[in-house]
Nanobody, 122 residues
Framework: QVQLVESGGGLVQAGGSLRLSCAAS????????MGWFRQAPGNEREFVAA????????YYASSVKGRFTISRDNAKNTVYLQMNSLKPEDTAVYYC???????????????WGQGTQVTVSS
């Protein structure tokens, strides 16, 4: 069982930056792939980024590639999402998730956090 708690969301102006954190419980954090997803009002949940547990390989949605960076600190059981050059269309609730495989598919992840709101003003 893994419990996930996100933090770091807030209100930022377009062009600004935020860093989201996701703290995980459990002793096997390094075995899990971690993903970030987001959901804006009226939209389906969409993939943002993922990172493998084994070798730290990363994957990004095309809409955030070059602006967002996912990383993890296995000693701290934490995954991060550094978000730079934020745009109003990045406004959403951001969720972290844990699973066995780093994929773009939300159904592949077994554990989810409660989400943190990110609002980007124009």
């Amino acid at each position: 069982q893994v419990q996930l708690v996100e933090s770091g969301g807030g209100l930022v102006q377009a062009g600004g930056s935020l860093r989201l954190s996701c703290a995980a419980s459990g002793r096997t954090f390094s075995n899990y792939a971690m993903g970030w997803f987001r959901q804006a009002p009226g939209n389906e949940r969409e993939f943002v980024a993922a990172i493998r547990g084994v070798d730290g390989s990363t994957y990004y949605a095309s809409s955030v590639k070059g602006r967002f960076t996912i990383s993890r600190d296995n000693a701290k059981n934490t995954v991060y999402l550094q978000m730079n050059s934020l745009k109003p269309e990045d406004t959403a609730v951001y969720y972290c998730a844990a699973g066995r495989i780093a994929t773009m598919t939300s159904s592949s992840y077994n554990y989810w956090g409660q989400g943190t709101q990110v609002t980007v003003s124009s």
